[in-house]
């Protein structure tokens, strides 16, 4: 049998992960009103809404992957870089778009809040490495 990571780590993990996957459970079903909220504020229209339904989907399904890695997260190790990838991915496009004026600022929020996020994925990877 293969040496483990240390219990410390793997509590570390499960902490992280469960937490960022019950996050995004709260944060991201409202996004499927926006649309509504978009109109009654007066907005433009979503132009193309397949790509915000799209996006709130699959952000979505990662949470699942966050709680399934938070049940083992000695198993699942090899998707932790992945779940990285994914906070970066919104943080990467939220902040440049900002910096351009094309974005909101409360939207930065939460793309810092991914970023952190990111930082204690990759703290959990690397601490769970077996021993």
């Known amino acids: 049998m293969p040496p ?3 219990e410390g780590a793997l509590r570390f993990a499960k902490w992280v992960f469960l937490l960022a996957g019950v996050y995004g ?4 079903p409202p996004m499927y009103l926006a ?8 907005q433009p229209a979503l132009t193309h809404p397949e790509s915000h339904y799209g996006f ?3 952000t979505l399904v990662f949470q699942l992957i966050f709680l399934a890695i938070s049940r083992d997260p000695e198993r699942y190790r090899p998707l932790m870089p992945l779940c990285c990838l994914e906070k970066l991915a919104f943080a990467g496009a939220v902040w440049p778009l900002y910096l351009l004026g ?7 929020v ?3 809040i991914d970023l952190a996020l990111c930082a204690l994925f990759f703290t959990a990877w690397l601490r769970t ?3």
């Open 4 to 6: 483990s990571a240390g």
């Open 25 to 28: 459970l709260i944060v991201m």
């Open 35 to 42: 649309e509504l909220a978009y109109a009654q504020a007066g």
């Open 56 to 58: 709130v989907g699959v």
């Open 102 to 108: 094309r974005t909101p600022g409360v939207v930065t």
């Open 110 to 112: 939460f793309a810092t």
């Open 129 to 131: 490495r077996p021993v």
